[in-house]
């Protein structure tokens, strides 16, 4: 499987109906009783949990199953660990990740977004707030109403929304879903500022308890990828105290 931004590649789910009822979620967490209460409440919203205590179980698992729509992953694992055991997934698959962590410090919280996370937890969490963050990449995770459907052009840059395909001076670029609608969020409005605050409810859906930083790593990410010099922009361009904004450089 080829990591790229094309929806359904990793076997999201397709319909509302399966926002919950009929969605796996792989659930890899090594206290068992802090995993066992991950896995009651999500049966409780109607999900299917897939259960392991490592990394390593977890890719096996990966692999032999029917691909999770959702992977929670905790940091501090034994043996591999959650960002590795993240980035190995990431090489494969477009899956959501939320990283689970007991930590609060940014630099854990930056490096499993860079590790190509979607999205982070502190513990001890509360299982609503959860809940909800499963719920917006659930449903983001099916293609966009909304999302822009011919092709746009900024630059250099050519992106097919519907297809799922980003191009830079004719050459496929692979990004992750995460990072694809963020480009399509800011090609939809060339030239604007868009807030991060914006940007967390178009892009991730969330509002009040969205984090920044979710924005600034995934900025940081796609300018790698986007960018012939990701220190020095030229399409995606920070706006001082207001946000981000694409144009054509």
Same mark, same amino acid.
């Given at each position: ?13 397709? +319909? ?6 009929? +969605? ?12 066992? +209460? ?9 999900? @299917? ?41 990431? *090489? ?58 011919? $092709? ?9 929304? @519907?297809?799922?395909?980003? *191009? ?18 800011? $090609? +939809? ?11 967390? @409810? ?45 144009? $054509?450089?």
């Amino acid at each position: 499987m080829t990591l790229d931004a094309r929806w359904g590649a990793d076997g999201g789910p397709q +319909s509302d109906k399966t926002e919950t009822v009929a +969605s796996r979620i792989l659930v890899v967490e090594d206290d068992e009783r802090v995993r066992a +209460s991950v896995r009651l409440a999500l049966e409780d919203e109607g999900y @299917e949990v897939i259960e392991t205590a490592t990394a390593e179980e977890a890719l096996a698992a990966f692999e032999r199953r029917a691909l999770p729509h959702l992977v929670l992953i905790d940091l501090m694992l034994p043996g591999m660990d959650g960002f590795e055991c993240c980035r190995a997934i990431r *090489r494969v698959s477009t899956v959501p990740i939320i990283i689970v962590t007991a930590r609060t410090d940014t630099h854990d919280v930056v490096a499993g977004l860079e590790a190509g996370a979607d999205d982070y937890v502190t513990k001890p969490f509360v299982a609503k707030e959860l809940g909800a963050r499963i719920r917006a990449l659930l449903r983001r995770a099916r293609a966009v109403p909304g999302q822009p459907t011919q $092709a746009i052009n900024v630059g250099d840059l050519e992106l097919e929304p @519907e297809a799922g395909v980003v *191009r830079r001076g004719g050459q496929e670029i692979h990004l992750t879903r995460t990072e694809f609608l963020l480009l399509c969020e800011l $090609a +939809s409005n060339p030239g604007r500022v868009l807030s991060r605050e914006q940007l967390l @409810e178009r892009v991730w859906g969330y509002d009040y308890f969205g984090d920044n930083r979710l924005v600034d790593v995934h900025i940081r990410r796609l300018r790698t990828k986007v960018e012939p010099d990701p220190t020095n922009p030229n399409h995606v361009l920070t706006v001082r105290g207001l946000g981000y904004k694409l144009q $054509a450089g």
